[in-house]
């Protein structure tokens, strides 16, 4: 009934930029809150920025002064603007969701809900 697809990713040079969407379908009415999150082979799963749909915004480290998260609320899509990439950006970007959705004339809400991930290779 929930479902967040992630896109955007791609192989950019170092100093490049791309735009990640994730998009909810099926009975979402609200991204409650989202977070980003980036996995390497080999590493642990690791936060990088969350947005709530209120539009409050945090981030990591890593993520401060270079990624930017959004929130359009009409579309149910978040977008992770990142610039000035880093070959240690490279990674399988995630986004985790709370939703609330609709369901037989009611309304519920549902946490930790994961995309596919979307795949950014930064190159030297």
């Known amino acids: 009934q929930v479902r967040l697809v992630e896109s955007g990713g791609g192989l950019v040079q170092a100093g490049g930029s791309l735009r990640l969407s994730c998009a909810a379908s099926?009975?979402?009415?609200?991204?409650?809150?989202v977070g980003w999150y980036r996995q390497d082979p080999g590493k642990q799963r690791e936060l990088v920025a969350t947005?709530?749909?209120?539009?409050?915004?945090n981030y990591t480290d890593s993520a401060k002064d270079r990624f930017t998260i959004s929130i359009d609320n009409a579309k149910n899509t978040v977008y992770l603007q990142m610039n000035s990439l880093k070959p240690e950006d490279t990674a399988v970007y995630y986004c985790?969701?709370?939703?609330?959705?609709?369901?037989?004339?009611?309304?519920?809400?549902?946490?930790?809900?994961w995309g596919q991930g979307t795949q950014v290779i930064v190159s030297l």
């Open positions: 985790n969701a709370d939703v609330t959705y609709s369901s037989g004339g009611y309304y519920g809400t549902g946490s930790d809900y």
């Open positions: 099926g009975r979402v009415v609200r991204l409650n809150a």
């Open positions: 947005i709530t749909s209120d539009g409050r915004t």
